[in-house]
């Protein structure tokens, strides 16, 4: 059984910087690369940030590059999103997602595991 547990979200003022974490357990999930999403209310769930198995694998959403960086420790299990420079505009749930197939996809349909999401708010 896969887990995925989401951490570090609150509520925080524009400018302000969050770092989310998201555990894994059971299956090796080590191996596969992760992804983060975020769902604001109202609006589809979007792809945020990407991190592959290898060194240096990494993608990004034109909205949050520059501001947000994605980074795994294998040894936890755990892939963080250090958020800086938040914006109002990223206010929303935020999930962690494994795709065992493609790491950088950023179709959600693409995604086997998710977490149950964490929620940040950005107040203006």
């Known amino acids: 059984q896969v887990s995925l547990v989401e951490s570090g979200g609150g509520l925080v003022q524009a400018g302000d910087s969050l770092r989310l974490s998201c555990a894994a357990s059971g299956r090796a999930l080590s191996s596969y690369g992760r992804s983060w999403f975020r769902q604001a209310p109202g609006k589809e769930r979007e792809f945020v940030a990407a991190?592959?198995?290898?060194?240096?694998?990494?993608a990004y959403a034109d909205s949050v590059k520059g501001r947000f960086t994605i980074s795994r420790d294998n040894a936890k299990n755990t892939v963080y999103l250090q958020m800086n420079g938040l914006k109002p505009e990223d206010t929303a749930v935020y999930y962690c997602a494994v795709n065992i197939r493609a790491w950088n996809s950023r179709r959600d349909q693409d995604y086997d595991y998710w977490g149950q999401g964490t929620q940040v708010t950005v107040s203006s």
């Open positions: 991190i592959g198995w290898g060194a240096g694998l990494t």
